[in-house]
């Protein structure tokens, strides 16, 4: 799911009085008023800066100094008129950003069954670790990993990904008058055609298919798609992919129609080729308690609070930090709430765990 909640996001007041942030965002030209580029908005990037979450003097490693006064100014203008304090408005406009991402969470949770008790949130963007904590209170998701280097997570995933080709075909069957033939000789096409063009991109080696069915009760106007394990259409597997299905709507949507009529829509076939992967080195383990290198006032839902901030790229193998603290890196922040707690795994990853 994408949602308008990044850094740039926008908060304002709408005809009701009610303050709202995003979808419209301040991007990065002019950016938030906190750049000093010109933009005079307030943004959810400028209710951080105010509430000492970001440290404006180490923005990007110290590369860029951000405008502490303009992100005041800004958020203290929708302060006013609110009727509020400064920081109990950028509290606000945080809160609702983070709003967006809990029914973001919820969608592919809660609206499907699972429980996000069950989870682990991962972090990850320049702004992501900065709402973690925040998520885990709000949705009761137990922990959260902010992997290394979170806001070039997506770049770094980019490069290290298997090679992968989707074909897609529609083709409408039915279970009263299916062709087996005819749907093998689709789905046989469409790995074939995955394939060569892997192979035209130089992708020979370690292939690996994925099927899957888009499927529906006919009549309906959604479809699940279903994974399937066979490359041929036979009695034996079409029979089972019936009951497949059946079961599968049963724990989508609660309930399922033995008898009705199931419609194929769509045929997928992925072709991916596993590409070799770099061996990660463990860092090495900590000889002593985590150090903090500084402290500041940092804002939370009960107030300002001494904070301790401690640099990311000084923590070692088993360093716990108990929250209140800041952990800064180059491209990101990581705030741990009171009550919560980080530790540090092999690789230099941080687990953030709930109280108790």
Not at 112 to 135: I, K, S, V
Not at 254 to 262: A, C, K
Not at 321 to 348: F, K, M, W
């Amino acid at each position: 799911r994408t949602i308008g909640a990044g850094g740039g996001s926008i908060a304002w007041i709408d005809k009701g009085g009610m303050l709202r942030v995003g979808p419209h965002s301040a991007g990065a030209n002019p950016g938030p008023a906190c750049y000093g580029a010109g933009g005079t908005e307030a943004t959810v990037t400028d209710a951080n800066v105010v509430l000492g979450r970001i440290n404006p003097a180490n923005f990007l490693g110290g590369s860029m100094s951000l405008d502490v006064d303009a992100a005041t100014a800004a958020v203290g203008r929708i302060a006013g008129k609110l009727g509020m304090t400064a920081d109990a408005a950028a509290l606000a406009i945080v809160q609702i950003a983070n709003n967006n991402m809990v029914g973001a969470l919820r969608s592919v949770l809660i609206e499907r069954g699972l429980d996000p008790r069950d989870f682990t949130l991962m972090a990850f963007g320049g702004a992501g670790p900065l709402h973690a904590a925040d998520l885990m209170l709000d949705t009761g998701i137990p922990n959260a990993i902010v992997p290394n280097h979170p806001g070039q997570f997506s770049a770094y995933g980019f490069i290290l990904t298997d090679a992968r080709v989707d074909r897609h075909r529609t083709l409408q069957l039915t279970s009263k008058r299916f062709d087996p033939a005819r749907a093998s000789a689709v789905m046989a096409e469409l790995v074939a055609e995955g394939i060569a063009a892997l192979r035209t991109q130089g992708y020979t080696e370690n292939i690996d298919v994925f099927r899957s069915l888009e499927m529906r009760y006919l009549g309906q106007n959604y479809e699940l798609e279903l994974p399937i394990a066979f490359d041929a259409f036979t009695a034996e597997t079409t029979e089972r992919l019936w009951q497949q299905f059946h079961d599968a709507h049963l724990a989508r949507f609660g309930f399922n129609i033995p008898g009705e009529i199931i419609e194929v829509v769509n045929f997928s076939a992925t072709v991916v080729s596993v590409t070799p992967k770099p061996e990660f080195k463990r860092i090495a383990a900590a000889s002593g308690p985590a150090e903090p290198v500084g402290r500041r006032a940092v804002a939370y839902a009960g107030g300002r609070l001494d904070t301790p901030v401690y640099l990311r790229a000084a923590l070692r193998d088993g360093h716990t930090i108990a929250g209140p603290a800041i952990i800064e890196e180059a491209a990101s922040v990581t705030v741990l709430n009171p009550g919560q707690r980080l530790t540090v795994d092999g690789y230099g990853n941080l687990l953030l765990s709930a109280a108790g």
